[in-house]
């Protein structure tokens, strides 16, 4: 199924949260055959549905535990099957609303049971689990691009072992193959028929249907309105919480003969609504009809009338009123939305040309005059007689309708030999648009898009042109009709001019050499090649010139100039790609057409480690070395980043690591730490020993590579082992010593960030307090940008780990700025100094600064942010402040607020939050007063709701939570009223032993309610609280013990009550 769902079904994802699919009639059909071989798979192959799968499949379901019948047991808001696996643990699990499933059994029952609601089981399922396959027999039998080996492996398993389960995975895989197969060759007839709409074709049609309609007889429609008329950036009406599943617009058409038609306008086409929603000012959006596509086809489906009034105006209806429409007609408009589905506005040429088609020969007569026009621009006779520069709007503009509409066919491969004694011909490139264009975006990138940078507008200037303008103004010309040699001694003398001043590079564009530089690049003469690429390199620093490169073809030729076997042409190509390649469609475009595949491979020198290289093996580096740099520009796509694993670039990236040329380390090592972001990269790094060399070059002499190797480390050190590695290496002392460079921000942020990802482990924060890094961090905690002093407060906060360095950190006057970070807006940098404050907290005297600064106040209001991470890490400080303040309940009293205000995190749905909130009420319930206070805000109700949790950090919390709340009034009561004791029974099976203490103790101060002792001995605790009364730890022996003791006499007073 991976394969299907990977390359066929239709994914749309709202900014950068997990894909949903798609409400089409592709994916339905597709859901509904696998919903098709699920519910007959355990008929026809027994055996295979009863096998376990490696992980539960799990999703969030709209299923009651109310639906679940015979062989599922129900308790509360749980729901478990009867059968189980040999683990011991039901195949399937309810717990709330997240389902898990654990075999093709149960699965064919759920989706039995699900009735008219399978459907929407089923997407749930396969949008929280994008390769089932996974899930079902493990990471080796993934989804692969490329060439899939998981077949190979499982043959030689299944000779090598006996064991009758690799038998079934065969099977099963085998079966799920076959599907995959299935899915994939439906899914064609349904895209060989698709034609997806986007909002200039809809509002087109829908101005054209006004213009007919009206309330007289012959009109085609009454009328036809949109029901908003606000229109999003990208033409859309339609909300954005509806954009993503891919509508357009909703409209309200009245026909003469029917009622009013409400329908929604979508990519996959048009269809019938729910309609108007009574009392509401929404509308039902539930599919009601099926999909046409479009609204004229819809309209003939269900209107008689509509069919035969059109029919009256069929030369009216279809007829182009203005040439100037006509023109409008044959742009494609290309509109970008940041964060939602690319699918909403692409502009399919399909649709152009069809409406092209009715009025082509009305128009053919103005469009040769058009193509006249353009051929003298395309000379260059328009651009000569340009008295001013232009705005760069009106310069793209004009390459644009250039690209469109140049007609001239010359042919530009010729031999050298023919083209010797006759003129070089140039072909004007057209504006080509390749798939990649009309494809969704999903790439993402460790670096910001330059997609997102505004190119500088160049304001009309009253002077006169620069004589650089003339200058090459009069090459041009040379360029685009002169013979090879003329050709040759034309590039030669345009490289003459400052190619890095933006006059000369403008002026490049302006005058259409950018064109003619693109066509040489497609000759077969290697002297223009050259001379053509060495300009493109220079003139390619600029953001105009690289987006005008992609869209003429630019880099598709590139790409194949890689294969050249002209060493200095490969060098020149790869350089010129490493350029161009920083925005998002440009890096698109290398992958598509095999670039990255070609760069990998001019990685594969052999002169690495050499002290004194040949000639070759210099040309050999010097290739490796722009191999490198387009890699490290197309390296900030993720998509590219898999491209270049796959194209086997880890170990060849490792090999040049181990090279002593800076010249080639820095790019290798700027890939590599762009790459690092990745788990899969990561685990290469470390494996094929990389970190040593990296520890290595942080010592070296350029400061680029110490920044890049540092980063890579940065990234990298996210895992123990790697950690591990740096220190074992000797990579913390450089990285202390690199902390003296503060004037480099760049360098000092990747070294502040190595050395806080490092701290994590103990052993590393010991070496760096011999190092006295502790100390200079302290003192880079002035005026440094917001990207260093995340770093620097975050690895203050791990080195508070050892009491010696919170000493320190007092002592050098850290504490006073780490408070009044507090007050910042940047929510990393505030996740980061509640850490570190809540560390020093953690030592008196360190309290009473943070006390004196008022920080335990500014924590509190931190509660109120809307990030959780900033609330959680807040509530986690807090809880140190309170144990270690000389009156902590007086001080907790005077926050106006203060109490009512973490009583109702407790309604907050993130799991970190609440475990810190309830960490927090701990404390604070060990003040009587304040206990008091939020027992009247209802903290018993509220914790009381948390206890189905299965999450240990929160159990262990919330126990201790509800041991120290119980000792205030009724609250034990009310807790057994609020249903709070079964639940914590269950914690009692937990693996953890903290959760076990915490419980226990929670179980004994609920015990003194005799209601909660029956509730506890009716859920099995005496038998769970036996065995712990043996335990080591001593405040669960006493507690367990005590629990007992306290049901025990409640049954001896029953039985006296009784028996007398």
Known sequence: MGAALARAAQWTAAGSGPGTLEITPLNES?????????????????????????????????LNCSVFGEGYDLNGATVQSEAKGKDGQPLLLLTASTLRVRSFDQLCCLLQIAMEKKL???????????????????????????????????????KKDDDPETEVKMKIFLLLRQLDLQLLNSSLKHISQD????PAAIDNEVNLLKNFSGKGEDTVLESLEYTSDYMFSNGCRAPPWRQVHGEICYLVIKPHDTDPLYITCST?????????????????????????????????????RFLENMAKQEYRFFKEPTHENNYQRMEIVESKVSGQSQDLYNITEKNVCEKMKSSAA????????????????????????????????????????????????????????????????????????????????????????EDEEQPV??????????????????????????????????????????????????????????????????????????????????????????????????????????????????????????????FKLARRTVRQHGGIKRLVGLLEGISVGSTSPTLYQAN???????????????????????????????????????????????????????CASEPSYRLAIRTEGMIENLVKNLSSEHEELQMHCASAIFKCAEDKETRDLVRQHGGLQPLSVLLGNSENKQLLAAVTGAIWKCAISGENVSKFREYKTVEALVGLLTDQPEEVLVNIVGALGECCQEPINRSIIRKCG??????????????????????????????????MIIDRLDGVRLLWSLLKNPNPDVQASAAWAICPCIENAKDAGEMVRSFVGGLELIVNLLKSKNKEVLASVCAAITNIAKDEENLAVITDHGVVPLLSKLANTNNDKLRRHLAEAISHCCKWGSNRVTFGETKAVAPLVRYLKSNDPSVHRATAQALYELSEDPNNCITMHENGVVKLLLAMVGSTDETLQEAAAGCIANIRRLALATEKAKYG
């Open 620 to 674: 050999d580096t010097e290739i490796a070395r722009c191999g490198a740099l387009a890699l490290w520009s197309c390296s900030k796509s993720t998509k590219n980043k898999e491209a270049i694993r796959k194209a086997g670039g880890i170990p060849l990236l490792a090999r040049w690591l181990k090279c002593s040329h800076a010249n080639i380390l820095t790019p290798v090592v700027g890939t590599l730490q762009e």
């Open 362 to 449: 009305r128009r053919s007569m103005d469009k040769k005059k058009l193509e006249m026009s353009m051929k003298w621009r395309s000379m260059g006779l328009a651009a000569s007689h340009r008295p001013k520069y232009f705005s760069d709007k009106a310069t793209k503009k004009d390459i644009e309708e250039e690209g469109r509409s140049s007609t001239v066919s010359l042919k530009t491969k010729k031999k050298a030999s023919g083209i010797s004694s006759g003129s070089v011909k140039i072909q004007p490139a057209s504006r080509c648009k390749t798939s990649g264009r009309f494809e969704d975006i999903s790439e993402s990138s460790s670096e910001p898009e």
């Open 814 to 847: 850290g504490i006073p700025p780490l408070v009044k970070y507090l007050t910042g807006t940047d929510q990393a940098l505030l996740v980061n100094v509640t850490k570190a404050v809540g560390a020093c907290a953690t030592e008196p005297e360190n309290m």
């Open 120 to 158: 929407k089981e089923a997407q749930a399922c396969l949008e929280a689990n994008r390769d089932p396959i996974v899930k079902i027999l493990g990471p080796e039998y993934g989804t692969v691009e490329g060439e899939d080996m998981s077949m190979l492996h499982l043959l030689d398993k299944v």
């Open 457 to 582: 507008r160049h304001q009309e200037r009253s002077t006169d042109l620069p004589s650089e303008y003339w200058g090459i103004q009069k090459l041009a010309k040379y360029l685009k009709g002169g013979n090879p040699t003329a050709t040759v001694i034309a590039l030669c003398l345009m490289r003459d001019f400052n190619l890095a001043q933006e006059t000369c590079q403008l002026a490049i564009k302006d005058l259409g050499c950018l064109e003619v530089l693109i066509n040489l690049l497609d000759t077969e003469e290697i002297k223009c090649q050259i001379g053509s690429l060495k300009i493109l390199k220079e003139i390619s620093q600029n953001i105009l010139i690289r987006h005008a490169i992609a869209d003429l073809g630019g880099l598709q030729i590139m790409v194949k100039i890689l294969d050249s076997p002209d060493k200095d042409l490969k060098c020149l190509a790869a350089e010129t790609i490493a350029n161009v390649a920083r």
């Open 30 to 62: 597709l859901l509904n055959q696998i919903i098709k071989f699920a519910e007959g798979f355990s008929t026809r192959h027994p055996q295979e549905a009863a096998f376990v799968f490696r992980e539960p499949l799990e999703w969030k379901t709209q």
């Open 268 to 304: 996959a086409g048009v269809f019938l609504n729910g309609g108007q929603l009574k009392g509401k000012d929404d509308i039902d959006y539930e599919r009601k009809s099926d999909v046409y596509k479009d609204i004229v086809t819809f309209l003939r489906e269900r209107s008689p």
């Open 195 to 198: 034609v997806r709409l986007n």
